[in-house]
Structure formats: C-alpha cells, structure tokens
C-alpha cells in the first residue's frame, strides 16, 4: 500500500478530479439502482444549474456560501486543525449580523455591509476560539470540542430565537425583518451597471464579490505573510515550527480566530443577503460542505473557490432535479459525503493509480 | 412532583438511554483499538432505517433487525477500509459515513415508500415488543420496590440486552486475551506486532463489533423506541454517546452512568417544558445544551482529564 511520489500538478489536479468522478460513478450507480435515468439526471442538473441566468444565479449564490465555509475549513487545514466546528460558527455569524442589522440604525447598506462582516466575524471567531484554546492549552481535541460546540450554537440560537429575538405574538421562531435601507444589492444591479442582463430572482449578492476578495485575503495572508508562513509551517511540523520559534499556542489560536470568522462571515450572505432576518436553521449543513469543498480545493483558496462552484452546481442542479424526478434533494448529500470520503479519507486508495502511472512513465521514458 | 410522574420519568429515562448506551459502548471498543469513530450517528441512521424499512416489508421486527446490524457493519467495514488498510484520516472517513447515510437513507426510503423519506408506521409484530418481567402486578403495590420494579419492567428485550453489554463489554476488555490485545493496539500497536498479533486483523474486529453495537443503537430507535423510520431520526444521538464515551473516559460501567445521565436529561427536558431550579427559570435548550457542555468541561481538564487511548486515530505503519 506505499504510494509513490507524484508530481505536485497531478496531485493538485488529478487526484481531486478522479476523486470526484468517482464520487459520480458511484451516484449514478445510486440514480440507476432507484430506476432513472443517470444521463437524464445530469442534463436536468447541467441545464437547471447553468442553462439560464436564473440558474446560475442560484448556483453562484450557494457558492458563495461555500467559499466561506470552504475557507474556513482550509486555513484549519493548512495548520493541520481539523474545524469541523464551520457549522456552529456559521450559526453564531448569522446572530452576529441580526444584531448588528437590528438593533443599529445604518443609513446606507454600504456601512452596514462592513459592520454585518465585522460583526458576523466577530461571533465566529469567538466561537472557534474556546475550542482553539482548549486545543492550544489544555490538549482537548479540536474535533470533539468544535462538534460539541456546533450543538451548543444550535441551542443557544434555538433560545436566542424563541425567547429573545422572536416578533412578540408570533409562533416563528424568527428574527424581525431588517431594514430594507440595508438590503444589499443583488448581483443583477450590479452587472446592470455595466449593461448586462441578469434574472432578478436569484439571492446572489454583493456578497459574492466579498467572497472572491476573501479569496485573495486568505491566499495573501497564507504565502505573503508572517502569520502564514507560520500557520504553514506549524502544519508542516509541529516540533520544526517550535524549534523555528514558532509559538503553537498563538498559532493555533489566530488560526481558529481565522477560521472562525470565515465561517461566520457566510452569514453576511445567507442571513443579510437572502432571508433579510436570523431564523432557526439559517446555514442548512453549509458549514459540512465547507469539509468537502476543502478537501477538494486541496486547502487552496483558488481551489476553495473552484469547489465552491462545483457545490453550488450540485446543489442548484440537485434543487431542479429534486423538482422534476423523483430523485431527492437528498442525494447531493450522498454526492458531498463521497468526494469528502475520496478527496478525505480514502485519498491513498485514489492515489496508487496515478502513481503507478508516473512510476510506468518514468520507467519507460 | 408524585411518584407516578417520576416512576414516569425514570422509564423513559431507561428508554432513551438504550440507543445512547449500544452506541457509546460501540465507540469505546472501537477507540479503545486505537480506530476514532465519529460515525456513530451515520451508522446508527442507516440502522434505523434498514430495521424499520425491512421490518415493515416483512412484518417481522427480528428481520429488521438482523438488516440493521448488518447495513451498519458494512458502513463499519468502510471506515476499516478508509482508516485501516488505506491509513486514511479516521476522523474524515467519520463524517463521509455521517453523510453518507443521512442522504442514502432518505433517498432509499422515497424510492421504496414515496412518504418524504419516512417508512410507513410499524404496528404488530413489526415493533419491538415490551417485555413485563414476572410477578409485576404482584409487586406493583409493596413500597419502594414496587416503583422501582415497575420502572425496570415493561421494556423491548433490546433494553435489557443493553444494560447486559455493559458488563459484557467490561469482561471481554478487561479479563479476555482478546480484550488486552485490543487495549494494547490502542495504546502501542507496535508492541502488539513484535509479540506477532495482527494489528490489522484486531483493529478490523473491534470496528467489526462497533457497527454490530451501533446495528442494534438504530434498530431500537426505529423499531422499540418509534415506530418508524423518520429522516435525520438519530438527531445527534451518535455525538451524545460520544460525549458520553469521553464523559466515562473510556470505561464500559462509567459510561452507563453517562447514558443513563444524558437519557434523564433528555426525558426530563421531553416531560417539562418549563423547569425551575432555585426559583430560575431552566430554558429547555439549556438542558438539550448540557451533555455537549459537560463534555467540553470534561476534555478541558478541569474535572479530572478525559485522556483518549494513546494510538488513537494514528493508522498503523508496519517498519520494514
């Protein structure tokens, strides 16, 4: 079972796509068994998902979920942090921007948009920092701590919901709408400025665009900075990044602090963006899929985005086909768990092909 | 508060604490081997649903079950495939099988039953039956023994199997070659494989028995505890066991008193909406929150520390 070295492109490049299209031979296998058609079911997707500007609406707008889930999951990653905990941080993110949006009055979206984020980072990182902590100082493990903590969020915001920020008289556990001052402008504004037609259904917002910039911010932050290099190389090797002067502590904890606010910061998207209020299950598993999306993105914030594109394929695709087969919405979860067991766990298994592939190669050449 | 509310209280206590209590032990044998399972929950779904959907379809609860265990080793064997023979990560290969079985499942049960990913009810012979112990109705009445046989009187067989695996569990790890061979590849595999024993072999039989203890977790819940498959039915109840296995710090009678804890603070939160302690008001989802609280204060240390088993979640590397 040794697997042999493979160049660093085939590794970033074939080892997530074989992954994936076995995570998809398998699904069909799973469409055929349940008596469709697995073709009909990819055009359905291909079309619901890419076919318009509505689709692809809906497609960019869960992306953008997923590129801050999918983020925060790999700065984790790239520390060797396993943060399972998006969920939860996600969660407190979203109570972060109904508190921002509800109770201060902003004059523009603008200003509220920068304290949204803030906000919305601020509840995340501190989310993640007990588990962070209690990983750097007392050795809990960071995959049990941020488990439990994704159901204590949902408690928490279960109460705040019920008992806080609920309208008085209504049975909902929801928050009051914001503002419509503060409603961000959707991405068919913004391209209409330049005079390109969009469908002016879909959610996708300017949140987007934050998205893509927290894109650069993090690849910034990972290979042009101190802190990074230090993330980087605490990942590598603990005890080589100790010996270098590297404080594992402070490490950890700005890692999860990071982590935390990415994953919080979905939020501005879902919370302010769509639903324009907090209500009870305002992340609907996007902090799982941000496991999924780095894996597969090989915890490169370019491959976080690229994954990030392909989740939101599977999930737009997975509404249409949802709507006119009989096939679940359900089977996209079947779809994220094996690229998350392929790309994750059984990522030896996917590599001994292509390795012995260059072995082959390099024998005959 | 009378006795008959707590008698009430305590049956249903026992009731809940089952499913928790096949599923912590599962995860304690399999960490104990050095294998981390965070899959509890998936294996536990995929159980439930194979036992309520096979029990329906062939009207006998003891079908159902005997599909549930061995749907949920076949999960099992996943995990031993991804984090024994591949040296994949244990805790990713965990959380694919989570999601592996909250999707399969729902899609299965649409395709079968069209009900929205939920089987049709069980009734008759298809649903555990409650077993009366002897002499109930004789006892019933005498004080204090009375009550207290009444709460243990009146279960699925599956309950009173639970609570037998738990000394069961405690004799095959502590007073077996198998179980100290088990123990010693969680905390040094390698001195397990100088003495010759396969770690592999040991590590694919705990994770064995782990998916048969989890198969009987899902079978109970769908087919003693409901009567029906439901999506998403476990509800986290794979974390609470967990919670529970790290809360007993790895040892089978502790993690009794852990389920049995967790269970009452489930069937207290299920039989009163509004608790009162010292004249606060107690919010219901405070006492949803506890066992996850409890078990972060646990693992931080500061009430005697939580130490896994030294080689757990490491795949192990033979040297050449």
Known sequence: MRTGKIPHWADVTLVPLLSVALAFAISAVLIWAIGESPSEAVKLMVEGAFGSTYGWGYTLFYATNFIFTGLAVAVAFQARLFNIGGEGQALLGGLGVALVCLYIPWPHWSIALIAASLGAALFGAAWALIPGYLQAKRGSHIVITTIMFNFIAASLLGYMLVSVLRVPGSQDPASPRFPSEIALPKLHEILGLVGIPFSTVPPVNIALLLGIAMCFAVWFMLWRTRLGYQIRAFGESEPAAQYAGISPVRTTIYVMLISGALAGMMAVNSVMGEQQRLVLNAVEGAGFIGIAVALMGRNHPFGVFLAAILFGFLYQGGAELALWTSIPRELIVVIQALVILFTGALDNMVRMPISRLFALRKRAG | ?320
Not at chain 2, 125 to 141: G, K, S, T, Y
Not at chain 2, 183 to 191: S, T
Not at chain 2, 228 to 250: H, N, Q, S, Y
Request: proline share 4%; charged share 10%; with cysteine.
């Open chain 2, 1 to 320: 508060m009378d006795v008959a509310t707590i008698v009430q209280v305590l049956e249903s206590t026992l009731r809940l604490a089952t499913p928790l209590l096949f599923a912590c032990l599962a995860g304690l044998i399999s960490e104990r081997a050095g294998v981390f399972d965070i899959g509890l929950e998936g294996k536990m779904l995929m159980a439930a649903f194979m036992s309520a959907a096979i029990a329906y379809v062939s009207g006998n609860v003891w079908v159902g079950l005997t599909a549930a265990v061995f749907a949920s080793v076949v999960l099992s064997l996943v995990h031993g495939v991804a984090s024994i023979t591949f040296r994949g990560n244990q805790l990713i290969s965990g959380v694919a099988i989570n999601f592996l079985a909250a999707g399969i499942t729902v899609v299965v049960a649409q395709n079968w039953f069209r009900q929205g990913g939920r089987t049709p009810s069980l009734s008759g012979n298809a649903r555990m039956q409650r077993i009366d112990l002897p002499f109930v109705d004789v006892v019933r009445d005498v004080p204090v023994l009375g009550p207290i046989y009444t709460i243990l009187s009146g279960h699925a067989l599956l309950v009173y199997l639970a609570f037998l695996c738990v000394p069961l569990t405690w004799y095959v790890l502590f007073r077996t070659r198998f179980g100290l061979r088990l123990r010693a590849v969680g905390e040094n595999p390698a001195a397990v494989d100088t003495a010759g024993v396969s770690v592999v072999r040991l590590r694919y039989g705990a994770v064995a028995i782990c998916g048969v203890l989890c198969g009987l977790a899902g079978a109970y819940l769908a087919t003693g505890l409901s009567a029906g498959f439901v999506k998403d039915m476990t509800a986290g109840r794979g974390f609470i066991a967990l919670a529970a296995m790290i809360f007993a710090k790895w040892r089978p009678w502790h993690a009794m008193g852990a389920v049995l804890l967790f269970g009452l603070l489930e069937a207290v939160a299920n039989r009163f909406q509004n608790i009162e302690i010292l004249g606060v008001g107690v919010p219901v989802q405070a006492m949803q929150a506890l066992p996850y609280i409890l078990t972060v204060v646990i693992l931080a240390g500061f009430v005697g520390k939580a130490i896994p088993p030294r080689a757990g979640g490491s795949p192990y590397v033979k040297e050449h």
